[in-house]
C-alpha cells in the first residue's frame, strides 16, 4: 500500500520539530494531525512559518491537535492496518515531495532510528526523484491550499499518479 505524506516543521539547522503531518493513503483513507507538544513559542518568532504555515492550521480546540505520542501511536496503526509477520502488498511504501526532511520528522515521531516500528520502511521515495527517473516534468498544479500538511499531502499523491499516467503513454 501506497502513502503520500507530508509534513510541516520547524528547524534551525539542528533540530526538527514536527509542526503537522498529513497522510493520504492509496485506498483513499487520510490522516491529519498538529503537534500540541511542539515549541510553540519558537514557531512564534519563526516569521516564514508564521506567514505560510500557521495560518493554515486548524483552530486550537480542533481535535486534529494532539500531543506527540498519540500521534505516534496513530501514524504507526494507520500505517500499519494489516501488518504481519512477512511482507505482503498491504506494506507500506512511502512518498513524498523532498522527502529527505519528512522521513526525519516521522522517522522520529517515534525516538531514534532503531526505535522506528517494524514495518514502517527507513526510507521515503521521493516524487521529485521520479520526475528525474522518468523525465515527466510536467507536473499539476496544486488544487488545495499549499503548507497545509494534507493537502500538501494530497497534491504528492496526485503527483506521483500525473507522473506514473504520463510515463505508460509516452
Ligand atoms: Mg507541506
Not at 504555515?53 to 501511536?73: E, F, G, N, S, Y
Request: net charge negative; charged share 25%.
Amino acid at each position: 500500500m501506497r502513502y503520500f505524506y507530508d509534513t510541516e516543521f520547524h528547524e534551525d539547522g539542528t533540530t526538527i520539530d514536527l509542526i503537522s503531518i498529513g497522510i493520504v493513503a492509496e485506498d483513499g483513507r487520510e490522516y491529519y494531525a498538529v503537534n500540541k507538544d511542539a515549541d510553540w513559542d519558537r514557531i512564534a518568532d519563526h516569521q516564514w512559518l508564521m506567514w505560510n504555515v500557521i495560518p493554515h492550521l486548524p483552530l486550537m480546540t480542533d481535535p486534529a491537535w494532539k500531543p506527540k505520542a498519540q500521534i505516534a501511536r496513530e501514524v504507526k496503526e494507520f500505517l500499519l492496518p494489516a501488518h504481519g509477520p512477512r511482507p505482503t502488498p498491504d506494506d507500506p511504501e512511502l512518498w513524498a515531495w523532498f522527502c529527505s526532511y519528512d522521513h526525519v520528522v516521522l522517522a522520529q515521531l517515534f525516538g531514534t532510528m532503531m526505535d522506528l516500528p517494524q514495518g514502517i520502511p527507513m526510507y521515503t521515495n521521493d516524487v521529485r526523484s521520479l520526475v528525474d527517473w522518468t523525465g515527466v516534468e510536467r507536473l499539476p498544479k496544486q488544487a488545495g491550499t499549499e503548507h497545509d500538511a494534507l493537502a500538501d499531502a494530497q497534491h504528492v499523491k496526485t503527483m506521483y499518479e500525473d507522473i506514473i499516467r504520463a510515463q505508460a503513454d509516452q
